[in-house]
């Protein structure tokens, strides 16, 4: 009997900071609506430490419904080439619900979709990849404070309004997301 001892790379979960850089962000991750959709809108934001300062490599994944409330989504986020195995990206007609963006130098994100169909008030739910982050963070974007949301209707207006996009010209709408200190998100918790 030998002793084989196998070097296991580390996984997201594992590793903060850099290897968030290089190894998770893909071609088109920000485009969740097909390109030239006439009901695209685009959802975006900085990320910001506990002093207001700009996180500069964080990766934040999106999930959403459609806009006709359905949660299935469309395979293809990350197609692979059959042929050459590379990245070969959305079909570019087909809605995923799904997206990864990294920030950019100031902490600046931008993800262009569809609205969500979500009952009562529509999000987007947002997941944080961060340095310093030894766990990921969930929260959500809403898109509007549209009553009848659980989540939304037991929080404090202050706390709520973390929560809560603000709307601006040209189908725009700006979440900022605060990691921690004063007007940090609200991060949600699942067991």
Avoid: K
């Avoid at 850099?18 to 006439?38: D, K, M, N, Q, S």
């Avoid at 989504?73 to 042929?83: E, F, N, Q, Y």
Wanted: hydrophobic letters at 35%.
């Amino acid at each position: 009997m030998t002793d084989r001892t196998e070097q296991l790379l580390p996984t997201p979960s594992h590793t903060v900071g850099p290897f968030y850089g290089y190894a998770l962000p893909f071609p088109g991750g920000e485009r969740i609506a097909p390109v030239g959709h006439p009901d695209r809108i685009t959802l975006h934001g900085h990320v910001l430490d506990g002093a207001g300062a700009p996180v500069p490599d964080a990766i934040l994944e999106f999930w959403q419904a459609a806009p006709d409330g359905s949660l299935a989504g469309a395979p293809g986020s990350m197609r692979r080439d059959p042929v050459t195995g590379g990245f070969l990206g959305r079909n570019g007609t087909d809605f995923t619900g799904f997206g990864r963006v990294a920030t950019d130098a100031d902490g600046h994100y931008a993800l262009f979709t569809l609205p969500p169909g979500n009952a009562g008030a529509p999000y987007v739910g947002v997941c944080v990849f961060a340095r310093g982050l030894t766990h990921h963070l969930f929260t959500r974007a809403y898109l509007s404070e549209g009553g009848g949301d659980t989540l939304l209707d037991a929080l404090p207006a202050a706390r709520r309004a973390t929560l809560i996009a603000t709307a601006e010209p040209h189908r725009t709408y700006r979440f900022d997301i605060r990691l921690q200190g004063e007007g940090e998100t609200v991060f949600l918790e699942f067991t």
